[in-house]
């Protein structure tokens, strides 16, 4: 059975700094890999996805993620974060383009002023 | 924009009661889904339709029942309410082909409290 995990439950960094939101999964075969983004009282909202070729994808607002086969990995990064970066991240992962997604349990990132 | 639109943003409901959260998509969208999201445990797919009059049960059916009468509507059912469905509830909807290749687009999302 596949599987996502977010180690962090909150990640907290400064305006300006860079933000790295981490992801790890375990699935047979390939992965598709996602970032959704939900910001308060909203639903969720995409923000990028590897499906295949480079390892480097980028997505909404200026985030990016790279695909890690050999560590299963699925960091979320961002150069710059922005206070209105401030929300829930969730990180799903699916076997297939036919498979259904698993979505970890979240990681709460709060960039302070 | 697609919009994904579900009929209450927040419920109240006592335990026993048949409860009914509606979920419409204006983007002709073939797949659709429920979620449930609980602190700590993120996501989790309770039911999902490939097409008309189609579902599929998902990691966590029990309680529940769907119905897609229509290409653009999803129900979720809740039969008998309990305390342990009370939750938010996420509808998506997705383009085919495939049921994960494509992103989701979710609702605002349902606060359903059962007491």
């Known amino acids: 059975a596949q599987s996502v995990a977010q180690p962090e439950d909150q990640v907290n960094v400064a305006e300006g700094n860079p933000l790295t939101v981490k992801c790890t999964y375990s699935?047979?075969?390939?992965?598709?890999l996602f970032w959704y983004v939900q910001y308060p009282n909203r639903g969720l909202q995409f923000l990028l996805k590897?499906?295949?070729?480079?390892?480097l994808v980028k997505g909404s607002y200026g985030f990016e993620a790279e695909f890690n086969k050999s560590q299963t990995s699925f960091h979320l990064k961002k150069p710059s974060a922005l206070v209105s970066d401030s929300a829930l991240y969730f990180c799903?992962?699916?076997?297939?383009?036919?498979?259904?997604?698993?979505f970890g349990q979240g990681t709460i990132l709060t960039v302070h002023p | 924009d697609v919009k994904v639109t579900q009929s209450s943003r927040y419920l109240v409901k006592r335990t026993g009661e048949k409860v009914f959260l509606e979920c419409v998509q204006d983007?002709?969208?073939?797949?659709m889904f429920w979620y449930r999201q609980d602190p700590g445990l993120g996501l989790r797919l309770i039911y999902f339709?490939?097409?008309?009059?189609?579902?599929e049960k998902g990691d966590i059916p029990e309680g529940y029942s769907v119905s897609r009468e229509k290409k653009e509507r999803f129900s979720l059912i809740l039969e008998s309410a309990s305390t342990n469905q009370t939750s938010m509830y996420l509808c998506?909807?997705?383009?085919?082909?495939?049921?994960?290749?494509?992103?989701?687009?979710f609702g605002p999302g349902t606060r359903l409290t059962v007491t």
């Open positions: 998506a909807s997705s383009w085919a082909p495939g049921l994960a290749g494509n992103e989701q687009y």
């Open positions: 699935v047979s075969g390939n992965p598709y």
């Open positions: 590897y499906i295949t070729g480079d390892n």
């Open positions: 799903a992962v699916s076997p297939t383009s036919y498979g259904k997604l698993t």
């Open positions: 983007m002709d969208h073939e797949n």
């Open positions: 339709s490939y097409d008309v009059k189609m579902k």
